[in-house]
């Protein structure tokens, strides 16, 4: 077993901007995002992330979850100040064992 580590940006629009490259990204609706890692991870990985590229005086519902983590995907949520589904740009990291 041996450990990896997968980064990405992406658009709001879910444009791979750069990253690994052993992920792929499909926006599903307004705000919500599916990340495919194309080497599952054997277990859940651990992911973080953040929202970029809206300035500065964001509030802190100005984010970016993952509502679910499994070895071959993460769904993605992203919001706007009011905690409303919005399309935002965002990065992510996620590390584990393949």
Known sequence: MSSITLFGSIQSNGTIVSGSG????KRES????TILFNTPFTN????VGSQWGFGS?????????FSTV???????????????????????????NI
Do not use: C, H
């Not at 307004?30 to 995002?33: L, V």
């Not at 005086?57 to 979850?65: A, E, F, K, P, W």
């Open 70 to 96: 499994s070895g071959g995907s993460a769904e993605v949520q992203t919001g706007d100040s009011k905690g409303n589904y919005t399309d935002r740009n965002f990065s992510f990291i996620a590390m584990g």
């Open 57 to 65: 005086g964001q509030s802190t519902l100005d984010n970016v979850i």
């Open 22 to 25: 052993n992920f792929s990204v």
């Open 44 to 47: 859940n990985p651990a992911i």
């Open 30 to 33: 307004n705000g919500n995002y």
